[in-house]
């Protein structure tokens, strides 16, 4: 759903959903699956992408709440 209503509508970047559906397969492999491995290489991989995708919905919010105080 975010891609459907965030990534295609220019929103968020393409870049911002891929890391969030690595992640997620990630976590939910981690529910589901006996054993699941993150090693320090994808975690040095990720963490810059992750910081990067909550600056973006940060941005996202904020300008939502721009707009939202200037419709009043």
Do not use: W
């Amino acid at each position: 759903m975010l891609g459907l209503h965030f990534i295609t509508k220019g929103k968020l970047s393409s870049s911002a959903g891929k890391t969030l559906a690595v992640l997620f397969n990630q976590r939910h492999s981690s529910d589901y699956d006996a054993f699941v491995y993150c090693d320090k290489e994808m975690v040095d991989e990720y963490y810059p992408k992750v910081e990067a995708f909550i600056e973006e919905v940060k941005n996202l919010l904020e300008s939502t709440e721009e707009k939202s105080k200037q419709d009043i």
